[in-house]
């Protein structure tokens, strides 16, 4: 059983900052390809940020300079840095993983956390 738990979201102003955290536990042989994804309120899921395992990062327009992704593999942890958020970044963001358990590669996803930004 592979459990990924997201922390770091919460209340911020405009302008402020928030640092997101996504920890896979369980039975994980590599851990490839990680991301970030948000869903507001009545909108779709949307890609925010991923990483590749070499490092590769790619990022949505609305978050290119602002967000930074990284990953520590020793920890089975990927990180979202948010600076210069605004209000329209509020939503729930979701953390992904595709990992290999079992001899299988598996797509993971995180319950999600809260960011707000209040204007």
């Known amino acids: 059983q592979v459990q990924l738990v997201e922390s770091g979201g919460g209340l911020v102003q405009a302008a402020g900052s928030l640092r997101l955290s996504c920890a896979a536990s369980?039975?994980?042989?590599?851990?490839?390809?990680m991301g970030w994804y948000r869903q507001a309120p009545g909108k779709q899921r949307e890609l925010v940020a991923a990483?590749?395992?070499?490092?590769?990062?790619n990022y949505a327009d609305s978050v290119k300079g602002r967000f930074t992704i990284s990953r520590d593999n020793a920890k089975n942890t990927v990180y979202l840095q948010m600076n210069s958020l605004k209000p329209e970044d509020t939503a729930v963001y979701y953390c992904?993983?595709?990992?290999?358990?079992?001899?299988?590669?598996?797509?993971?996803w995180g319950q999600g956390t809260q960011v707000t930004v209040s204007s």
């Open positions: 369980g039975s994980i042989f590599g851990i490839n390809n």
């Open positions: 990483i590749t395992s070499g490092g590769s990062t």
């Open positions: 992904n993983m595709r990992y290999f358990s079992g001899g299988v590669s598996r797509s993971g």
